[in-house]
């Protein structure tokens, strides 16, 4: 019997409810299919409060036993949502297994996303089915024009556009997005980040257009000035203006404007947020891996036994580590099921590696993933030194940082970089 959801209950969206409802966000999604000219996304790093940001990354199991102890912390969470640290559609598998499994195991639960809207479309059905009742589309212009200034690029699939024509793409899903999830009755709200000189005195032309898609509510939110990016230099907007200019845009939709600007892993109540404290509990919950106490080793994938510097599917043997007191020590080399066989390669290698827990590797495919993780054997992504890759798998040290690295570890609080994170 389906569950009926209180879809008052979400902070966010109803502001008279922020005291005694709370939110957790699950970071599954990492990755991102455009690049904002005010992003710059540091995944571990534990001094920011924004979108974008987060301490780790979860896989789908992982998110749910993550939710299960921060129910059991904070039992006035009322809404898990993703919304990112990259985008949830640029992430699609890991998404929906991640708002599957949250469905099934907390019904009561609200489920909300928050997308950039590019890759949205093909999954709305599903998320109708899996009673996903509040969704947030950031819309920074209504005009290509102005549009074009804010976006580096627009990724589609593997088509990379820039210009012009990635701003209306870009605006062209969302528009479509929008009216799609409000024709399945779903709550939208619509983030706008306001921009000085470049898409502040565009705001209005934003409310009107999402008036007339029926959006629910409108949050502008001041420009996060982050270095290294095209907006570095531009100044966040000063409170009073930002109030002018929500009291413009409430002539057209209803204002948010109790927004905490939330990162990708915030959880607790708005005015009382708990994501610091639950810090270690998501770091516990990242470094967990399935079945992991009959499963004692990781595979490698390595051209000369130092680095990891081989995709899966390019490895013609593995090597097979395990702990040996405070170190780590070689206890194989396996060979690799030949290519040819299709899927049947994948399931044949997670027969080959079936006592190790996670395999580190410099990429891996969506096909052999899913398989590997439906064994219990976790592919990790990640460039550099195989005792480090070792280290985070072991003792819970990040790999966040070692993603795309063929050397040592990064530096100071950025993970994999901003563009080259949101293009991974």
């Known amino acids: 019997m389906e569950t009926k959801l209180d879809i008052n209950r979400h902070p966010c969206f109803n502001a008279e409810v922020k005291g005694e409802c709370g939110r957790v966000h699950l970071p599954v999604a990492p990755k991102c299919n455009i690049l904002c000219n005010y992003c710059n996304r540091k995944y571990d790093c534990v001094n920011e409060s924004r979108p974008g940001v987060s301490s780790a990354?979860?896989?789908?199991?992982?998110?749910?036993?993550?939710?299960?102890?921060?129910?059991?912390?904070?039992?006035?969470?009322?809404?898990a949502g993703i919304a990112g640290p990259g985008d949830p559609f640029a992430n699609p598998r890991e998404t929906m297994k991640t708002i599957r499994l949250v469905r099934e195991r907390f019904p009561e639960i609200l489920l909300c996303l928050a997308s950039n809207g590019l890759g949205l479309l093909p999954h709305l059905e599903e998320l109708a089915e899996?009673?996903?009742?509040?969704?947030?589309?950031?819309?920074?212009?209504?005009?290509?024009?102005?549009?074009?200034?804010?976006?580096?690029?627009?990724?589609?699939?593997?088509?990379?556009?820039?210009?012009?024509?990635?701003?209306?793409?870009?605006?062209?899903?969302?528009?479509?997005?929008?009216?799609?999830?409000?024709?399945?009755?779903?709550?939208?709200?619509?983030?706008?980040?306001?921009?000085?000189?470049?898409?502040?005195?565009?705001?209005?032309?934003?409310?009107?257009?999402?008036?007339s898609l029926k959006v629910d509510v409108l949050n502008l939110m001041p420009v996060y000035p982050n270095a290294d990016t095209t907006f570095a230099e531009v100044a966040e907007p000063a409170p009073a203006q930002m109030t002018a200019l929500r009291d413009k845009a409430s002539r057209f939709l209803p204002?948010?404007?109790?927004?905490?600007?939330?990162?990708?892993?915030?959880?607790?109540?708005?005015?009382?947020?708990?994501?610091?404290?639950?810090?270690?509990?998501?770091?516990?919950?990242?470094?967990?891996?399935?079945?992991?106490?009959?499963?004692?080793?990781?595979?490698?994938?390595?051209?000369?036994?130092?680095?990891?510097?081989?995709?899966?599917?390019?490895?013609?043997?593995?090597?097979?580590?395990?702990?040996?007191?405070?170190?780590?020590?070689?206890?194989?080399?396996?060979?690799?099921p030949p290519p040819g066989a299709g899927a049947q390669r994948w399931w044949d290698l997670a027969e080959v590696l079936k006592d190790c827990r996670a395999v580190l590797v410099s990429a891996v495919g969506d096909t052999p993933r899913t398989i590997l993780e439906e064994c219990g054997i976790q592919p990790l992504e990640m460039g550099g030194f195989i005792e480090q890759g070792l280290h985070a798998v072991y003792q819970g040290g990040s790999l966040e940082a070692l993603k795309g690295r063929r050397g040592g570890l990064a530096r100071g609080c950025s993970g994999p970089g901003s563009r080259r994170g949101c293009d991974a």
């Open 130 to 211: 899996l009673q996903v009742s509040h969704v947030t589309i950031t819309v920074n212009a209504v005009d290509p024009e102005i549009g074009q200034k804010i976006y580096a690029w627009v990724r589609d699939g593997k088509v990379i556009h820039r210009g012009l024509e990635a701003a209306e793409l870009l605006l062209r899903r969302q528009l479509e997005a929008i009216t799609e999830l409000k024709s399945l009755g779903m709550t939208v709200k619509v983030n706008t980040i306001v921009i000085p000189g470049v898409n502040d005195l565009h705001v209005a032309a934003v409310a009107r257009r999402m008036a």
């Open 57 to 79: 990354v979860l896989s789908p199991h992982q998110a749910v036993s993550y939710m299960e102890q921060v129910l059991a912390k904070e039992p006035r969470i009322t809404v």
């Open 255 to 336: 204002q948010m404007r109790h927004c905490t600007r939330c990162r990708a892993d915030a959880v607790g109540l708005l005015g009382a947020d708990r994501t610091e404290e639950m810090r270690g509990c998501l770091s516990a919950c990242a470094r967990l891996v399935p079945g992991s106490d009959a499963k004692p080793y990781v595979a490698v994938a390595t051209k000369e036994g130092v680095l990891v510097n081989l995709h899966l599917g390019e490895a013609e043997s593995f090597q097979v580590w395990g702990q040996n007191g405070q170190g780590y020590k070689l206890v194989a080399e396996r060979p690799a």
